[in-house]
């Protein structure tokens, strides 16, 4: 437990007190139960603490259990802003917090309070700082909006994919290029030069006094890539609510894939219907402007779709992306994924693919999975492409 802050030390009559930094921090952190040990806040520790009550004074647990706050002179507690309210306190957190303050007090606002004018109102959408979390929030509400508040949560979707594509796609590109094996060479390039093989062959020939090595026989190899002919890789993607981070990441995902040579990339997206995404993979925007989160969730259907997309099995990785509470038939999925698995093809069954990789998913169901030989876990988009990228180069031919 924290020690309680100390008493403030009186100052001379009629001598200005300067506000001590300690104190106010400990006035922020205990709100106004502690004015009495630290004294009042002033300027812009006055408005931090009105901003942060205007968010955390609406939490009645916290409230019950005295964490925080109540402030003299805070808006009623628990009733909803106004939407002029939540501009002006965007307006003022971007003003007296650090970005990374500020974009978790946005992330509060949408899931821990919902507070939706954050991403249902044009003016608020305007001043937002664009993240992740907006992004989930605005697939999860866009059904709310009308076109000129799409039009603004368009802005958001598409810089947060931006920055998700420059981030991943070269990540995934060193996956699948350069020197994936070598082997020796007779052909002396300079490029190519063995350092590490020709110094081990040449040690026997190490003069003490000069303190060098007489190389002898240089060594030199060859650079040869995996082979990606011929291979798929089918993302089946579950458009529930609570899998929002990972339908963005698969989006991007694919789309980073897409121009890879010889990686045949498909991306399906499913509740209890099954939309085939393909032809949209390269614009990840449009594409997640399309998604429908929420509703029900028919794993068996999707993962039906996804093996008649299959052309050889050996060449392909079906990569499941759910939390695998099924409202089909288990029975009827378990038994699919089971002749993929048996007829050569690798089944991966991920409960979160996204950049935390913290997956809730149904346990009983991914065991029946895992024991028909669809192993189950959860992958950042970069891992993805690692495991794609040496699964191939087993299976290929090194050119």
Not at 131 to 141: E, F, G, I, N
Not at 173 to 183: C, D, I, Q, W
Not at 331 to 359: H, I, K, S, Y
Request: include cysteine; aromatic fraction near 6%; charge should be neutral.
């Amino acid at each position: 437990m924290s020690p309680a802050p100390p008493d403030p030390v009186p100052a001379p009559h009629g001598t200005p007190v300067a506000p001590d930094p300690g104190l106010e921090r400990w006035r922020l952190i205990l709100g106004a139960a502690a004015e009495r040990r630290t004294g009042p806040l002033h300027g812009s520790s006055a408005a931090r603490d009105a901003a942060l009550d205007w968010l955390y004074g609406r939490d009645e647990d916290l409230h019950r259990r005295g964490v925080r706050r109540g402030a003299a002179g805070s808006r009623e507690g628990g009733s909803g802003p106004s939407q002029p309210t939540a501009v002006d306190w965007l307006d003022d957190i971007h003003r007296l917090f650090p970005k990374e303050t500020v974009e978790r007090l946005e992330r509060d606002a949408v899931e821990q309070y919902e507070i939706h004018e954050i991403v249902t109102d044009p003016d608020v959408l305007a001043r937002v700082e664009p993240s992740q979390t907006l992004l989930r929030a605005v697939l999860r509400t866009k059904h709310l909006m009308n076109p000129q508040v799409l039009a603004a949560a368009r802005r958001i979707v598409e810089t947060v994919v931006r920055q998700l594509m420059e981030r991943l796609q070269p990540e995934m590109r060193r996956a699948f290029t350069g020197s994936r094996t070598r082997r020796p060479s007779r052909l002396p390039l300079a490029r190519d030069f063995d350092f590490r093989t020709t110094i081990r062959a040449n040690l026997a020939h190490y003069q003490h006094g000069e303190r060098r090595i007489l190389i002898q026989r240089p060594h030199f190899h060859s650079r040869t890539r995996r082979h990606l002919e011929q291979w798929q890789l089918v993302l089946l993607v579950d458009q529930s609510g609570s899998m929002a981070g990972s339908v963005i990441h698969s989006a991007v995902t694919a789309a980073c894939l897409w121009s890879l040579p010889g990686l045949k990339t498909h991306l399906v997206a499913f509740d209890t219907a099954v939309v085939d995404l393909t032809s949209e993979v390269t614009d990840p925007v449009e594409l997640l402007m399309r998604v429908q989160l929420g509703g029900g969730t028919d794993i068996a259907r999707a993962v039906d779709y996804g093996a008649s997309l299959v052309e050889n099995p050996r060449r392909t990785i079906v990569a499941l992306v759910s939390d695998f509470y099924e409202g089909g038939d288990p029975f009827r999925l378990v038994r699919t994924v089971r002749q993929l698995v048996e007829q050569g093809t690798t089944v991966l069954c991920l409960a979160a693919l996204d950049e935390a990789a913290d997956p809730a998913y149904d346990r009983d169901l991914a065991a029946r999975l895992a024991a028909v030989g669809a192993p189950v876990g959860a992958m950042t988009p970069g891992r993805l492409a690692e495991f794609v990228a040496e699964r191939i180069g087993r299976g290929g031919q090194a050119r």
